[in-house]
């Protein structure tokens, strides 16, 4: 991922080993670029809260066995962005199962109105979960394209592809709320 200097190479490397001095370390590091990255893919505070913190805890008791340092950060943000999309599935099932409960007690929803001006962070929350990663990763951390393949684990190609339809996507959600 981004050059990791010899000194957090080496905090790494003594994590790795178990020194859970090292790890606080690691985690206060990383922890505010974690936290920013959950809560865009997430657009809630304390669902990123929670997410950041159980990230931290799976890559504690699974960082023995990362087979190099320098893979640390795409592999940290690997985690954040598994345990995102699965929360933003829970919210899917979760919001299918009131919308159920909703359309069988007959409660109609209010209609938003079509005029209203989205904000970037409510724009971003309309995209998909694999658009708003991109995104985020690109726009918002600054990661390159290479380094986005290997936090995503799919191929360059893709994630340009990804990247170019979620800034469409964002414009077309941005632009809904503008009037003719």
Do not use: C
Not at 70 to 85: C, D, E, G, Q, Y
Not at 137 to 158: K, N
Request: aromatic share 8%; charged share 30%; glycine share 4%.
């Amino acid at each position: 991922m981004k050059q990791v200097d010899e000194e957090l190479y080496q905090i790494i490397h003594r994590a790795k080993r178990g020194d859970k001095e090292a790890y606080a370390h690691l985690v206060k590091h990383f922890k505010d670029p974690v936290y920013r990255y959950a809560l865009g893919m997430l657009n809630e505070r304390m669902d990123a809260e929670d997410v950041a913190q159980e990230a931290f805890v799976k890559a504690y008791s699974a960082i023995a066995g990362l087979e190099s340092e320098f893979a640390f950060t795409a592999w940290l943000f690997r985690i954040v962005s598994n345990l995102a999309k699965n929360r933003l599935k829970t919210r899917m099932r979760d919001r299918d199962l009131q919308t159920e409960v909703h359309e069988t007690m007959m409660i109609d929803d209010v209609t938003p109105d079509p005029f209203e001006k989205l904000s970037m962070e409510e724009a971003l929350a309309r995209l998909t979960p694999e658009h708003r990663e991109v995104v985020l990763l690109h726009d918002v951390q600054g990661y390159r394209y290479e380094e986005i393949a290997q936090v995503t684990s799919v191929p360059l190609g893709t994630v340009k592809s990804r990247l170019f339809a979620a800034r469409m996507a964002l414009r077309k959600e941005l632009r809904k709320g503008e009037q003719p």
